[in-house]
């Protein structure tokens, strides 16, 4: 698996734009799952994978050496961590979470008046 990278064609995009390389890296599945689970501290391989419930020990490796080529995890005291620019990330898509909350009780409300 090649590593994803601002400024070369992603997945769906031609353009080289950092955020579509973001969008692509953080698509891909168990990126997001892997670094969510980081935010509360180091895990051991076995642990993270323990916690991400159903990958295989190939695509976790495969995940875990594609974040770390992209400097969002890296290896700690006590296992896998996230980098400082992974808990910025992290850090930054907060907003993100509050606003799906906002937005799942909006489509409620929609699909309640239909």
């Given at each position: ?28 599945k168990?990126?997001m ?35 770390q ?46």
């Open positions: 698996m090649s590593s994803v990278l601002p400024n070369q064609t992603v997945r769906g995009s031609t353009s080289g734009v950092p955020i579509m390389a973001l969008f692509d890296i953080l698509g891909r168990w990126n799952r892997i670094m969510w689970e980081l935010r509360a501290g180091p895990l051991t391989f076995r642990a993270l994978q323990a916690q991400c419930g159903g990958v295989s020990p190939s695509v976790m490796n495969g995940r875990i050496k594609q974040l080529a992209v400097q969002l995890i890296g290896v700690g005291e006590g296992g896998y961590v996230l980098t400082d620019l992974g808990q910025e990330l992290m850090d930054r898509l907060d907003p993100l979470r509050a606003w799906s909350a906002d937005w799942v009780e909006a489509l409620d409300r929609t699909s309640e008046s239909d």
